[in-house]
């Protein structure tokens, strides 16, 4: 099997071969082919060809193109677990890195369309009134950025670390340029290829470097490339001082392994369930990819009084655990993923054993190559030695941190200057408030457990695309994931400022104050197509009676005293009685509603309702729909019709001209072709 680099559109075949090594038998699995590449000529390729391409599509195109990736890749996945053993990877280790990263591309794909605008760019937020008269507006917008996105990604997740970058970069309208780690670069490499193979993406979308160190690539970034890095904090800040990227302020996300912490709550005790909980959390977190996760508990911090009877749990927990070739069923923890890195973690540990004792050891005998066996340390003085909170080892260990007071364990655990998440388990509500708003300063992502959440709890060490993943300090202060936040990361934010109508006639979304143009027909007669932002229907008036008020009273149930005592009305903020808000929504609603069957399907939903004044009964209403803004949705297999989303405004005034009530309603409407594809 070659590993080679995909530059320009080409797999470059010719080159320095370098074996990469198996884990488990540890002979070749593939040759690197390390080829002479001009680094330049790929950027300027990734900004001149595959940038064009990908800015012509809508934000949601592009999503629609992720998902139908994933799905791609979801069918053969069976071919990347045998490849993925040789990473070390047991099958339940290989689920996280395969199909975590398949199923984060789903997952951002899906946010990005419930979220984004669907148009190439993102309207964001509400429009900022920064004039008197509203003459002068402003809005964001979020733009693809006229560059790319480099990406250099560690050896512990091939498949999860690219895929995770990959998909809002590519949604952003931002082609990629990937560099995997050597070790394990035979399994991100066969992912690549079959991305290609599935020529989904437009040419120039994504190319691959095949090397141990990506030559002179960082000469040729502009401001308009975003690098993102995973990977040791020592290379990451190495990597993020380079000139270029100082001269040119490139973004650099850098997301780098951290001391993380769990701890036990003061309250629990070993007879509770959250005892036993903490204890298989912090067993699992050793043992999954045998240690080699950047969110692993390398921290264990427990009340004094539990400190042996954590030591004893853990103890029992580990012995049971079978360590050997991670393609046999029965294996539940592969070796680390090269000799070189057990090498590593041996001088790592042994660095911890000079300031602490070693309470667990293992029960496997000796081990060769790769393979390595568990370790808990324990440090009597948590607060008095430093480097337990510095030196991480990187394989299947963690340190024991004795406590007394809920202030020290804070304390303990920000000791580490930053690490990517923190968890707590607690029964006691009060606690999990105080070690939590103590710990978020110096934490990515916090998780609080009991034997409420436990069971549907995705663990400590699982970053959730819905969620950020990153961290402050040593973590290396970047931020992935995060749903459709993740994507805005690799676009430009910008502030507009201008008239209402120049600024809606930029963003295609109707702006409050905006000129609108009365709609010929009625626009519930007309199909999704039809249907332009910015075009309105004035309705006719109703004027409003004591007997609406009355009946809708008596149908509602509301009988306020606003609406129906006279006398204590009077002393009320408006100073006499006063038509329910939800009459006047409805009553808007039968004027601007047209009653025969029509394109528009259903009534979706209500966003952004205000009741500005007050209407009174003898008061004549008149209500303004305005098409603001659209969204294209996917036909799914059990859809009767095609069809998209319409927004629409919708303004209601009094016989002054005064604005009683204004929100905005979301409407089905049929399309005339349909978007054939497959269900979420």
Same mark, same amino acid.
């Given at each position: 099997m070659q590993v080679t680099s995909y530059s320009q559109g080409k797999w470059i075949k010719k080159g320095t071969e370098t074996d990469l090594i198996s884990a488990v038998t540890e002979k070749p699995v593939a040759k690197m082919v390390e +080829? #002479? *590449?001009d680094y330049k000529a790929m950027? =300027?390729? +990734? %900004?001149?060809?595959g940038g064009p391409k990908l800015r012509e599509l809508s934000i949601h195109q592009r999503a629609f193109k992720i998902k139908f990736l994933a799905q791609y890749l979801i069918e053969r996945k069976e071919e990347f677990y045998k490849l993925s053993t040789h990473t070390g990877a047991t099958r339940r280790d290989s689920w996280i890195d395969i199909e975590g990263g398949i199923g984060t591309m789903f997952t951002l794909s899906s946010k990005s369309r419930q979220e984004l605008s669907d148009l190439p760019f993102h309207v964001e937020g509400g429009v900022q009134r920064l004039s008197r008269g509203g003459t002068f507006v402003g809005q964001h917008i979020c733009v693809p950025k006229h560059g790319l996105g480099l990406q250099i990604n560690a050896f512990n997740f091939p498949v999860w670390g690219m895929l995770e970058k990959l998909a809002p970069s590519i949604i952003a309208g931002m082609p990629c340029i990937i560099k995997s780690s050597p070790v394990g670069m035979y399994l991100s490499h066969a992912v690549f290829e079959k991305m290609i193979e599935s020529e989904i993406l437009p040419e120039g979308s994504i190319q691959f470097i095949a090397a141990d160190v990506p030559g002179d690539i960082f000469d040729h970034l502009i401001s308009q490339d975003v690098v993102s890095f995973t990977g040791s904090a020592a290379t990451g800040k190495k990597l993020k001082a380079h000139p270029n990227i100082i001269e040119n302020s490139i973004p650099f996300n850098l997301e780098a392994d951290s001391l993380n912490c769990s701890i036990l709550g003061d309250d629990v005790t070993p007879d509770? &369930? &959250?005892? #036993? *909980?903490?204890i298989r959390e912090v067993s699992n977190e050793m043992v999954v990819k045998t240690g080699q996760k950047c969110t692993a508990i390398r921290r264990t911090i427990v009340p004094k009084k539990l400190a042996d009877d954590v030591i004893e749990a853990l103890k029992k927990r580990l012995s049971k655990n079978t360590i050997g070739n !991670? @393609? &046999? =069923? #029965?294996?539940?923890? /592969? !070796? *680390? +993923? @090269? @000799? *070189?890195?057990? &090498? %590593?973690?041996g001088k790592q540990l042994a660095q911890l054993a000079d300031m602490t004792d070693t309470v667990y050891a293992g029960e496997n005998g000796k081990l060769n190559g790769a393979y390595t066996d568990s370790r808990v340390l324990l440090c009597h003085k948590p607060m008095e030695v430093d480097g337990i909170h510095t030196i991480e080892a990187f394989g299947p260990m963690t340190t024991i941190m004795p406590y007394s007071d809920a202030d020290e364990a804070i304390a303990i655990a920000n000791k580490s200057d930053g690490s990517l998440v923190g968890s707590l388990f607690t029964a006691d509500d009060s606690i999990a408030r105080k070690i939590t708003l103590g710990c978020a300063p110096y934490h990515g992502r916090f998780m609080v457990i009991n034997r409420h959440s436990a069971k549907e709890s995705t663990g400590h060490g699982s970053p959730m695309p819905h969620m950020v993943h990153g961290g402050p300090g040593r973590a290396g202060g970047g931020e992935e994931l995060g /749903? +459709? %936040?993740s994507v805005l990361h690799n676009m430009q934010r910008v502030a507009l400022q201008g008239s209402p109508t120049t600024l809606m006639n930029i963003v295609n979304q109707h702006i409050k104050g905006a000129d609108t143009k009365e709609s010929d027909i009625h626009p519930f007669k007309k199909y999704f197509e039809e249907v332009e932002i910015g075009e309105a229907l004035t309705t006719h008036r109703r004027t409003v009676t004591e007997a609406d008020i009355v009946n809708f009273g008596g149908l509602s149930g509301d009988h306020f005293y606003a609406h129906f005592d006279e006398v204590a009305a009077k002393d009320s903020l408006f100073g006499k009685r006063i038509a329910h808000g939800y009459f006047v929504l409805s009553a808007a609603a039968g004027m601007f509603v047209h009653p025969s069957p029509g394109p528009v399907l259903l009534n979706y939903g209500l966003e952004d309702l205000r009741f500005i004044a007050p209407v009174a009964p003898g008061d004549t209403i008149q209500a303004k729909l305005i098409a603001r803004r659209k969204t294209v949705r996917q036909k799914r297999t059990t859809d009767k019709f095609p069809y998209g989303m319409v927004w629409w405004d919708v303004e209601v005034i009094n016989q002054e001209d005064v604005l009683v009530a204004e929100y905005t309603i979301l409407t089905l409407v049929k399309r005339k072709k349909g978007l054939e594809i497959d269900e979420d």
């Open positions: +080829a #002479d *590449l950027c =300027e390729y +990734a %900004r001149n060809v509770m &369930e &959250e005892f #036993d *909980l903490f !991670p @393609s &046999e =069923e #029965d294996t539940r923890m /592969g !070796p *680390l +993923a @090269s @000799s *070189l890195q057990n &090498e %590593r973690f /749903g +459709a %936040r």
